[in-house]
C-alpha cells in the first residue's frame, strides 16, 4: 500500500478510474506527516474484552497489529506524558488489571460502557476540549487511545470515503436567502444524522456508536501536529459558524473561536464582503489545496473558479454553501450533507423531500431555529451516541420568533421525537412541513405517507436502520457477543438489505407495508396551486 500504506486496505480497493482518489490519499498523508488515523469507540459485550480488544493496544485485535510501531509514541509515555500509556506503564491501572483477569466480565462491561467523550472531544463544552482533540491526534501512529474505552481501529482515507451518504443540494432565489437557509440547516443536522443512523459496525465490528461521520471526518484530517489543537476540526466535520446577516445580533450566535486566513479576510472585507460571509470563505482557506490538475493550475481567477473550488470541494462539512459557477443559469445552492443512507428508496426519498419541503418553509415563514453554535456542536456530539434518538438536543423552542437573543431561556433539550413530531410547545418539523404544503395547497398521499413514515421513525414506532442491524446481528446465531461480525453475519445482513431494497423482503417491523402501497391509477402527483 505505498499511496496509503494502510494495514488493512490495499491500493488496488481505491478507485483507478479517475487520477482524484489515489492523489486525495497520498496527499492527505503526505500532508499530516503520517496516514490517517480514525479512532471510532469499540462497542463492549459480554466476550469482547477477551475475545476482540488486544490488550497492548486498546483497539480491535487483528493479525496485522504486530506490525505496529509504537516506538516514537513509547518513547514520549516514558517522558511522562499521561495519555496513551505504554503496556508497561499502563499496568498498574485499575482498567488494565480488569483486562488481564481481574475483573468480572459484567463489571467491565459496565466500565467500558458508553464511550468516552474522548472520541468526539471536537464538540465538547468543557475548558479540557483542545487537550482533548491533541491527545486522541496524538494517540498515532501508534493508535494508543482513551484508556478508558477500546477502540476500532481504521487507517485509510478508504474506510470514511468508502461510506454512503445522503446528500440533497436545493437552488435558493438568491444569495440573502441562500444564507439564510444555510444557518437554519446547520441548527437542525444534529437531530437529522440521530434520526437517520445507519452505520451501528465498521470494519467488521460493532461500534459505541450509529453514525458514520467521525470515521469520515478521520479518514481525511491532513492536519499538521503543529496545527492541532489550533485548528480544532478536520476538514471534514461540522459547519463552525454562521454565515447569513439576516438578523442585527447574528453574529452573537459564533460563540466558538475558529481559525481564519487573515491576509484573505482582510481582502475580502476590502473588497466589500460583510464580515460574516468574509469570515466563512477565510476560514475554508486555513486548508491547502489537496488536488491541482496541471491544466488548472495558470488561470485568470476572474474567469474560472478551479482554485477556490480546489478548496471549497474539500471542505466537507454537514452544510455546504454553493456559490454559482460563472456564466452559468444555475444559482446559490445549499447542500444539505450530514443524513447516513437507508436501506430502501423509500426511506431516501422520504428525507428527501422532507429536507426540500422543510427548506421551502423556512423560507415562507421566515423560521429562526439558531442556537449558539456550541450548542450545535455539543448536539453533534450528542448525536454520535448510540442509540441517539434516546438523547435530548438544544432547540429554539418558538422558530417562529421575530426577536430572538442567545438566552438559554430561548433554548430547550429535547428529544428526536419532539423536534419532528412536537409537543404541547413546540410545533415539530413534520408540523411545519404540513403548514407550508396547506399554505401553499400541496396535497399528496405519497409524502404523507413520507411524513407518517419519519414521524413514526422519530417517535421509535419504528427503529432507526441503525437499530435495526444492530438487533440483526446481535440476535444472529453466530453471533458469539464479542462485538465482531463473522462473514456469515455479514453476507446474511447483506443478503437481507439486498432484499429490502429490491422489495423482495418486507419487515413490519422496520418498514410497515401500509406506507409502501403503490400510487393508485389516477393518484395525483405533489402539486401546489
Known sequence: SDVSQSLFVPDICINQTH????????????????????????????????????????????????????????????????????????????????????????????????????????????????????????????????????????????????????????????????????????????????????????????????????????????????????????????????????????????????????????TLIKEGLDPMLAQHVAHMFIRDPLVIYDQAIDIDNKTRMEHFESIQSTNWQTIRFKPPPPDSTIGWRVEFRVMDIMPTPFENAAFSVFIALLTKAIVRFELFMYTKMSLVDENMGTAHRRNPCGETYHTRRNPFCTRLTTSDDEIKKMTVNEIFNGSEDYIGLIEIVRKYMRAVSMTSPLIERYLTFISMRASGAIPTTANYFRDFITKHADYKQDSRLTEQIALDLALHVKGLAEGSITDESYLPSHLLQEEKVGEKRPRSD
Open 19 to 266: 487520477p482524484r482518489f489515489f492523489t486525495l490519499t497520498r496527499n492527505i498523508r503526505l500532508r499530516r506527516g503520517r496516514k490517517v488515523c480514525i479512532q471510532v469507540p469499540l462497542f463492549i459485550d459480554k466476550n469482547t474484552i477477551e475475545q476482540t480488544v488486544d490488550s497492548k493496544y486498546n483497539i480491535d485485535d487483528t493479525p496485522v497489529n504486530r506490525n505496529i510501531s509504537c516506538k516514537a509514541t513509547e518513547e514520549k509515555v516514558r517522558k511522562g506524558n499521561k495519555f496513551g500509556k505504554s503496556k508497561e506503564v499502563a499496568e498498574d491501572t485499575t482498567i488494565s488489571s480488569a483486562i488481564n483477569g481481574n475483573g468480572s466480565t459484567d463489571d467491565l462491561v459496565l466500565l467500558y460502557t458508553p464511550a468516552t467523550d474522548y472520541y468526539y472531544a471536537q464538540y465538547g463544552t468543557t475548558e479540557d476540549k483542545a487537550k482533548l482533540v491533541e491527545q486522541r491526534y496524538n494517540a498515532c501512529p501508534c493508535p494508543t487511545p482513551s484508556v478508558t474505552h477500546p477502540c476500532i481501529y481504521m487507517d485509510c482515507m478508504a474506510f470514511g470515503m468508502g461510506c454512503h451518504c445522503l446528500q440533497v443540494t436545493m437552488q435558493l432565489s438568491d444569495i440573502k436567502e441562500a444564507r439564510f437557509v444555510y444557518d437554519q440547516l446547520v441548527v437542525l443536522c444534529p437531530a437529522f444524522l440521530a434520526v437517520t443512523s445507519a452505520t451501528p459496525f465498521q470494519k467488521g465490528l460493532l461500534c459505541d456508536s450509529d453514525v458514520r461521520w467521525l470515521t469520515i471526518a478521520g479518514s481525511v484530517d491532513d492536519r499538521k501536529k503543529s496545527e492541532v489543537p489550533r485548528i480544532i476540526k478536520s476538514r471534514y466535520d461540522s459547519v463552525s459558524a454562521y454565515i447569513s446577516d439576516k438578523i442585527p445580533n447574528a453574529n452573537d450566535f459564533n460563540d466558538n473561536h475558529i481559525e481564519i486566513n487573515k491576509s484573505h479576510y482582510d
